[in-house]
Nanobody, 124 residues
Framework: VQLQAFGGGLVQAGGSVRLSCAAS????????MGWFRQAPGKEREFVAS???????YYADSVKGRFTTSRDNAKNTVYLQMNSLKPEDTAVYYC???????????????????WGQGIQVTVSS
């Protein structure tokens, strides 16, 4: 599986950005999809995940502001980010993993495939 992310850029605090992540292959619907981010000098952290049944999970820091969704017909997962804050500034990554991820969706090492990082910068 190859993943390619789109979107990102510079946005003012309070604004919105939508990231897209397109996957190659015919088995997209069988993958758990995750979003992670890494700010300068910090470790990569979990942001959101959506499983094969479209159940979503979010980090507490983004809950109520970010929404992830998937379109299996388009082999694409989305991350809609609203009410952005300067502390949301980071490189964002999409990732794909098998259903064996289970409850370990917050752990980066649970995922097998990664997209290239995409920068999101929120100015104050």
């Amino acid at each position: 599986v190859q993943l390619q992310a789109f979107g990102g850029g510079l946005v003012q605090a309070g604004g919105s950005v939508r990231l897209s992540c397109a996957a190659s292959g015919r088995t997209f619907s069988s993958y758990v999809m995750g979003w992670f981010r890494q700010a300068p000098g910090k470790e990569r952290e979990f942001v959101a995940s959506i499983n094969t049944g479209a159940t979503t999970y979010y980090a507490d820091s983004v809950k109520g502001r970010f929404t992830t969704s998937r379109d299996n017909a388009k082999n694409t997962v989305y991350l809609q980010m609203n009410s952005l804050k300067p502390e949301d500034t980071a490189v964002y990554y999409c990732a794909a993993g098998g259903v064996r991820i289970g409850r370990h969706y917050v752990t980066a090492t649970s995922y097998d495939y990664w997209g290239q990082g995409i920068q999101v910068t929120v100015s104050s």
